[in-house]
């Protein structure tokens, strides 16, 4: 686990071995019922504060207090060894993000990606107050040099985008863009009702949560990783071609539609592919030759790989896409409301466009004959709409 050099004891602890220093403890005890695997104790800071070198100004705990103490040790998370009191924001933190992600993949939720955003910010937010704590970072909000308080008079401390901003941030730019992201979401879904998120938001979501497993990893350690909490989630359903027709062109609510564009807008090209932003992956069929490899849902594969840049190639593989002729494609740009439109302007806005390039994906031959998807009816429908004129 990682720790700052100096990383000294904090108030309340230094009040309990004080309370234990009156009661006649040893230090050897003492240091017994503070050392643990995420925070070990030298003996010699539990000299410091019984010769008094060191934390004058703090009282020791009260009886009712040490008792507490007692009664509660080691008051230890069994499976990763955090101290339920001292490792508190680093609990919350893991918590915060397996609840996240528990809920968003629950049967029968209307707003998962709603509930996944606010509570996944919870978690990075006490990730970092975590990570700054340790580095001995204040970060509680000031004023003048005063520190602010919550009506309720408790200290206030920084929100995400105050994290995020601070000098020290130990996130890279592609976390923190798809934080940011996610915290304009937030805002935008507040106050007010969405629907049909879900989808648009999942590419995003998924690499929110690999950011925050790898984060926790290297600020902390490997041993409070969450893949042994969160199982491959699975389910029921495969896409037909109606189902994939209905989740692409699905309609954003409008707020939600704008704040995703000028977020996007804001973004270098690079940034919008960095895979710390967001995270996109294909899942295709594939019956395996080897019998240890059968049964394997998930396989990884190495990138620049072919099977790599096949994948690259595939979002959700159709069994037949329907095929149209150029006089059928006409006749729909017809009774779609544009009856001028020829077979002349058809070949005309095709060679303008190279539509029949093999990359585009607007077409297919077939015996030597050419015919043309429902996208490329769509693009013509777009363009015309545009003002296209033939020249």
Request: hydrophobic share 40%; glycine share 6%.
């Amino acid at each position: 686990m990682a720790r700052r050099p100096g990383n000294t004891l904090e108030k309340w602890k230094v009040a309990i071995v004080k309370a234990m220093l009156a009661k006649k403890y040893v230090p050897q005890d003492i240091q017994a019922y503070f050392s643990r695997p995420t925070r070990s104790i030298n003996h010699a800071r539990i000299s410091e504060i019984r010769d008094g070198t060191k934390h004058k100004g703090i009282k020791p705990a009260s009886d009712t207090e040490l008792d507490a103490f007692l009664a509660a040790w080691p008051n230890i998370d069994p499976a990763t060894g955090l101290h339920l009191q001292g490792d508190e924001l680093l609990i919350k933190a893991r918590e915060a993000m397996i609840a996240a992600v528990h809920t968003f993949n629950s049967a029968g939720l209307y707003f998962r990606a709603e509930l996944f955003i606010v509570t996944s910010i919870i978690a990075w937010t006490y990730l970092l107050h975590a990570y700054y704590k340790r580095e001995g970072i204040d970060y509680r909000h000031k004023k003048g040099g005063v520190i602010e308080k919550t009506p309720s008079g408790a200290d206030k401390y920084w929100e995400l985008g105050q994290c995020l901003a601070h000098g020290k941030c130990p996130l890279e730019k592609g976390i923190i863009n798809n934080l940011k992201f996610l915290t304009e979401i937030r805002h935008e879904i507040e106050h007010r009702s969405t629907n049909r998120i879900d989808d648009a938001l999942s590419a995003k979501l998924q690499v929110c949560c690999i950011n925050f497993n790898d984060a926790i990893k290297a600020l902390f350690g490997r041993e409070f990783a969450l893949e042994k909490r969160l199982p491959i989630a699975l389910q029921f359903v495969t896409f037909d071609g109606a189902q994939r027709a209905s989740l692409i062109g699905a309609d954003l609510p409008a707020h939600i539609a704008t704040a995703m564009d000028n977020f996007h807008n804001g973004l270098t090209e690079e940034e919008q592919k960095d895979p710390k932003f967001r995270y996109r992956v294909a899942f295709v069929p594939k019956v395996s030759g080897k019998v240890s490899k059968a049964d394997l849902a998930v396989e990884f594969i190495k990138p620049g790989s072919p099977e790599a840049e096949a994948v690259e190639r595939v979002l959700l593989k159709e069994v037949e896409r329907p095929k149209f002729l150029p006089s059928q494609i006409v006749q729909r740009v017809n009774a779609g409301g544009y009856p001028n439109f020829n077979m002349y302007d058809h070949t005309l806005l095709a060679k303008q466009l190279d539509a029949r390039k093999p990359s585009k994906g607007y077409g297919v031959m077939v015996a030597k004959t050419w015919y043309w998807y429902e996208n490329w009816f769509e693009k013509v429908i777009e363009k015309l709409a545009e003002g296209w004129t033939r020249p």
